[in-house]
């Protein structure tokens, strides 16, 4: 099990730009980013295969976001520029510990770990 724990988050004016990053505790493989605003259930953000290379995002934030990595640092990242109100949610990663190649996730049941989040709040 690897351990995965989120930092950036804040609250910034419609417009504005937050970096998240995801530090885990050891080597991981596919990882994703998502959301949950109260009431609502975890939805899909974005995701990269292992590597970086091949990336996908939920088309709420196609354009404004950008999902990166560096396996060096075991850290994950999400830029995210242009920020609207609806954004405002919890925001988890979460990584699959087995090896999959191109291949990214963009369902919750697909990841095996998940950090405890990071609140994201975008004021108007």
């Known amino acids: 099990q690897v351990q995965l724990v989120e930092s950036g988050g804040g609250l910034v004016q419609a417009g504005g730009s937050l970096r998240l990053s995801c530090a885990a505790s050891?080597?991981?493989?596919?990882m994703g980013w998502f959301r949950q605003a109260p009431g609502q259930e975890r939805e899909f953000v974005a995701a990269?295969?292992?590597?970086?290379?091949?990336?996908n995002y939920a088309d709420s934030v196609l354009g404004r976001f950008t999902i990166s990595r560096d396996n060096a640092k075991n850290t994950m990242y999400l830029q995210m520029n242009s920020l609207k109100p609806g954004d405002t949610a919890v925001y988890y990663c979460?990584?699959?510990?087995?090896?999959?190649?191109?291949?990214?996730?963009?369902?919750?049941?697909?990841?095996?770990?998940w950090g405890q989040g990071t609140q994201v709040t975008v004021g108007s």
């Open positions: 050891g080597r991981t493989f596919p």
């Open positions: 990269t295969n292992w590597n970086g290379v091949y990336t």
């Open positions: 979460a990584a699959r510990q087995s090896y999959s190649g191109v291949r990214y996730y963009s369902s919750v049941a697909e990841y095996d770990d």
